[in-house]
């Protein structure tokens, strides 16, 4: 699953402009159009924008490495 895109078309269903991204969450209008361009974009700034989004990322302990 590319993430990246899943919160991509999540924003873009959404009607928001990068402007209000931008306002709604202080990342800077740049990042945003790098990032819907399919540039990368650091962890902090996906969390911002999947958390506007109701995306939620959390760990599933089943799918954990294990000592053996």
Do not use: V
Request: hydrophobic fraction near 35%; charged fraction near 20%; charge should be positive.
């Amino acid at each position: 699953m590319d993430y990246g895109q899943a919160l991509r078309d999540a924003i873009e269903e959404s009607g928001l402009s990068q402007y209000h991204l931008s306002k709604l969450t202080g990342i800077a209008q740049s990042a945003l159009s790098k990032f819907f361009a399919g540039g990368e974009i650091n962890l902090l700034t996906f969390q911002k924008l999947a958390n506007l989004m109701g995306f939620e990322i959390r760990q599933n302990p089943d799918k954990s490495p294990r000592k053996p």
